[in-house]
């Protein structure tokens, strides 16, 4: 049985539409994450999944039971569902350790599993006042775990957080779903933090789903341009342009990531083309190439190359 089923969920504020006929479902310890530009209704939608927000119409079932909206309650939420705001704030000038323990259900030993894997054991002593932002981050965390959620709902988790302090969220989250038994949804406005840690993505625009799948399906099968563009460079190529690289589409198009091209000093490897520009990226090199009048972004981790030159161009088999 499903954990979460939102059905046909709906909202509009001042004839401006929020959300528009959302469903979807999530399994037992299933991690989902919902991306999409600014303004493409994720807040509103996670808000109303953990019962802070009250939708005009549709229904949302948490272990087969109805969340009431924040209009249908006294206090809103639900004692199943954890949520953390964007805009969380910790008490200024306590001790960590005075913030943990409150409301904490857990047994002694649990928690303090649970300080070392949301890496805060070191910080318990410590004043608030005197932490950074991922600490802080992970502190407020740990603060809704201790009261034994189902279910974590997190809005735009990294959105502050430089790369390091991002990956060790996302190794936190990973540990929590094996060690606690904890399912996961969270929101994103920059999809490539989603890619290596969901187990489904939802990509949102203008209050709908635009599509649903496993992250290979969303980066390599796009539904549409807004999908591709939302994960990375892509090339749109038109029939005529595919032609060039030996492929027939019946006058469709192709969506081709640019780490699907394969790039030789062989002649027989491909059709003849120019670097036009080239870009060192960290662990790859982005290039600019021209073959027969089609330009296509190339990724390549090999360094033997150089803008000018003369190369031959194929699509990876």
Same mark, same amino acid.
């Given at each position: !049985? ?25 399994? %037992? ?7 999409? =530009?600014?303004?493409?209704?994720? $807040? #509103? ?25 924040? +209009? ?24 960590? =350790? ?14 303090? /599993? ?28 740990? !603060?809704?775990?201790? /009261? ?22 996302? $190794? ?15 929101? &994103?406005?920059?999809?490539?933090? #989603?890619? &290596?840690?969901?187990? =489904?993505?939802?990509?949102?625009k203008e209050g709908k789903i635009v599509q649903q799948g496993a992250p290979e399906e969303i980066y390599h099968t796009p539904i549409n341009e807004y999908v591709a563009g939302m994960f990375g460079r892509y090339n749109l190529l038109t029939a005529n342009d595919a032609a060039v690289f030996g492929i027939e589409l019946?006058?469709? #198009? ?10 030789? /000093?062989? %002649? ?7 670097? =036009? ?8 090199? +982005? ?12 990724? $390549? ?9 003369? !190369? ?6």
């Open positions: !049985m499903a954990l979460l089923q939102v059905q046909h969920i709906s909202k509009k504020v001042n004839d401006i539409i929020l959300l528009d006929d959302i469903s979807f479902e999530q399994q %037992p310890l299933q991690k989902i994450a919902i991306t999409g =530009e600014s303004g493409a209704g994720k $807040t #509103t939608l996670l808000k109303i999944i953990s019962g802070h927000g009250q939708a005009d119409s549709g229904t949302v079932l948490f272990e087969a039971k109805k969340v009431a909206g924040s +209009e249908e309650q006294l206090l809103p939420g639900h004692k199943k569902i954890a949520y953390l705001s964007q805009h969380y704030e910790l008490l200024n000038n306590y001790y960590v =350790e005075e913030l943990v323990w409150f409301g904490n259900q857990l047994s002694e030993e649990n928690a303090g /599993k649970l300080f070392d894997i949301c890496r805060i054991t070191h910080l318990l002593r410590r004043r608030t006042n005197k932490l950074s932002g991922g600490e802080k981050q992970r502190i407020a965390l740990c !603060m809704l775990l201790v /009261k034994q959620p189902v279910l974590l709902v997190l809005d735009e988790p990294f959105s502050n957080l430089d790369p390091i302090h991002t990956d060790i969220l996302k $190794t936190v989250l990973d540990e929590l779903t094996d060690g606690f038994q904890i399912s996961c949804i969270l929101t &994103s406005h920059d999809p490539h933090d #989603t890619l &290596s840690w969901a187990d =489904e993505i939802i990509v949102m019946n006058g469709k #198009t192709v969506m081709l990531r640019p780490e699907e091209f394969v790039l030789s /000093k062989n %002649p027989a490897e491909g059709v003849k083309g120019v670097i =036009e520009q080239m870009s060192f990226r960290g662990s790859f090199y +982005e290039l600019q190439v021209l073959a027969n009048n089609v330009s296509v972004v190339v990724r $390549t981790m090999s360094n033997e190359w150089r803008k000018g030159d003369t !190369m031959f161009i194929k699509i990876r088999s």
